[in-house]
């Protein structure tokens, strides 16, 4: 059977960084002390410096909105039509400088093209314009997996494996776009305001054959923690997609993963694993892994520079992890990826690096 390996990754992200003001933001909206000081203590622990958005910041901090152009403005936060039609201008521009960025040396032999994204719908859509962009085949193979939340990549991913198992001389661009920042709430709630506080934009390319370098995409598995389902929702609304992460989410994740870990590594010890591509959702979700699975200091290092550097990105983030694994040489080495998201779910990816 023809193995699909994971070739290379190039990420992008918007100019703007803006996560001294979404805290300060968030901060406003919270009108009791008990509030305040509860997000402040979150907000001291996030272990978050940089969060970059497609909007710019307003430089005053006690202005009548959060960034620079009104979008969102207090007391007048945009429709859902409106974050979709800043998503049309924002989403083709981002994309396009992630698959720049890739280097495809013949982007009309690529044969398949996946895009994901969570936090943004439009037909036609960023497929369509890559196409343009970059010279693709018109008649190239489209897929486009969207609104699975944080683990969407891994399912991405899974799909290319697929795709070149089944048709070893495919080459496919997978692109994974978030610009999370479009779904701000104006809400008092404490478990919603704490959610702003992680999340940011994303993009990340990645190419996808049967080409022996980079990672070797093994295999994949997924673990439905029970009775979680409210811990993580996702729905669209009047003004916009509204998120919340429940604060048991850590917990059910480190439940899931006791329960299904042998399942997850096919029967394989822990100790077998080098390299550990764990979805930053936040630090308390990481310390929540490296607690149930026993791993080794240091072994989320990757996903906690991500978070520090980016934040949360939704499906883009796992991807930002696995391309700082592959500017390095592990060959000879297996890893573990995984992601989190609404279900609750943990998707998982075997891999191993090349010799």
Same mark, same amino acid.
């Given at each position: 059977?023809?193995?699909?390996?994971?070739?290379?990754?190039?990420?992008?992200?918007?100019?703007?960084?803006?996560?001294?003001?979404?805290?300060?933001?968030?901060?406003?909206?919270?009108?009791?002390?008990?509030?305040?000081?509860?997000?402040?203590?979150?907000?001291?622990?996030?272990?978050?410096?940089?969060?970059? =958005? &497609?909007?710019?910041?307003?430089?005053?901090?006690?202005?009548?909105?959060?960034?620079?152009?009104?979008?969102?403005?207090?007391?007048?936060?945009?429709?859902?039509?409106?974050?979709?039609?800043?998503?049309?201008?924002?989403?083709?521009?981002?994309?396009?400088?992630?698959?720049?960025?890739?280097?495809?040396?013949?982007?009309?032999?690529?044969?398949?093209?996946?895009?994901?994204?969570?936090?943004?719908?439009?037909?036609?859509?960023?497929?369509?314009?890559?196409?343009?962009?970059?010279?693709?085949?018109?008649?190239?193979?489209?897929?486009?997996?969207?609104?699975?939340?944080?683990?969407?990549?891994?399912?991405?991913?899974?799909?290319?494996?697929?795709?070149?198992?089944?048709?070893?001389?495919?080459?496919?661009?997978?692109?994974?776009?978030?610009?999370?920042?479009?779904?701000?709430?104006?809400?008092?709630?404490?478990?919603?305001?704490?959610?702003?506080?992680?999340?940011?934009?994303?993009?990340?390319?990645?190419?996808?054959?049967?080409?022996?370098?980079?990672?070797?995409?093994?295999?994949?598995?997924?673990?439905?923690?029970?009775?979680?389902?409210?811990?993580?929702?996702?729905?669209?609304?009047?003004?916009?997609?509204?998120?919340?992460?429940?604060?048991?989410?850590?917990?059910?994740?480190?439940?899931?993963?006791?329960?299904?870990?042998?399942?997850?590594?096919?029967?394989?010890?822990?100790?077998?694993?080098?390299?550990?591509?764990?979805?930053?959702?936040?630090?308390?979700?990481?310390?929540?892994?490296?607690?149930?699975?026993?791993?080794?200091?240091?072994?989320?290092?990757? =996903?906690?520079?991500?978070?520090? &550097?980016?934040?949360?990105?939704?499906?883009?983030?796992?991807?930002?992890?696995?391309?700082?694994?592959?500017?390095?040489?592990?060959?000879?080495?297996?890893?573990?990826?995984?992601?989190?998201?609404?279900?609750?779910?943990?998707?998982?990816?075997?891999? =191993?690096?090349?010799?």
């Amino acid at each position: 059977m023809t193995t699909a390996y994971l070739n290379r990754i190039a990420t992008a992200v918007p100019p703007n960084d803006v996560h001294e003001a979404f805290v300060g933001f968030a901060d406003r909206l919270l009108k009791d002390k008990r509030g305040h000081a509860a997000f402040r203590r979150m907000a001291r622990r996030g272990q978050i410096d940089h969060r970059w =958005s &497609c909007l710019a910041a307003s430089g005053a901090s006690s202005g009548s909105a959060l960034d620079d152009e009104g979008f969102y403005a207090f007391g007048n936060f945009p429709s859902t039509a409106d974050r979709m039609r800043r998503y049309e201008i924002e989403a083709p521009a981002l994309a396009s400088r992630a698959v720049e960025a890739l280097e495809i040396e013949d982007p009309g032999n690529l044969t398949h093209l996946i895009v994901i994204s969570c936090t943004g719908l439009s037909a036609p859509g960023v497929d369509f314009e890559l196409i343009r962009r970059f010279g693709l085949v018109p008649s190239i193979e489209r897929t486009v997996v969207g609104f699975m939340g944080c683990y969407a990549a891994i399912n991405g991913l899974k799909l290319a494996r697929h795709i070149v198992r089944s048709e070893p001389q495919s080459r496919v661009l997978l692109v994974s776009l978030e610009l999370c920042t479009l779904h701000l709430q104006e809400s008092g709630d404490l478990e919603q305001v704490l959610t702003f506080m992680i999340f940011g934009d994303g993009c990340a390319a990645a190419l996808v054959t049967a080409e022996p370098h980079g990672f070797a995409l093994d295999a994949f598995h997924a673990v439905l923690v029970p009775q979680t389902a409210e811990h993580i929702t996702w729905n669209i609304g009047d003004l916009g997609f509204d998120m919340v992460l429940s604060g048991a989410v850590p917990a059910g994740i480190a439940e899931g993963l006791r329960a299904g870990t042998a399942r997850m590594l096919l029967d394989r010890a822990v100790g077998e694993f080098d390299l550990w591509a764990v979805h930053p959702g936040g630090r308390s979700v990481l310390d929540a892994v490296e607690t149930a699975l026993e791993l080794p200091d240091k072994a989320l290092a990757p =996903s906690r520079e991500v978070l520090r &550097c980016y934040g949360n990105m939704s499906s883009a983030t796992i991807l930002f992890v696995l391309e700082a694994m592959l500017r390095d040489d592990h060959a000879g080495k297996n890893g573990c990826a995984m992601a989190f998201g609404p279900g609750l779910v943990a998707e998982t990816m075997l891999f =191993s690096a090349a010799a």
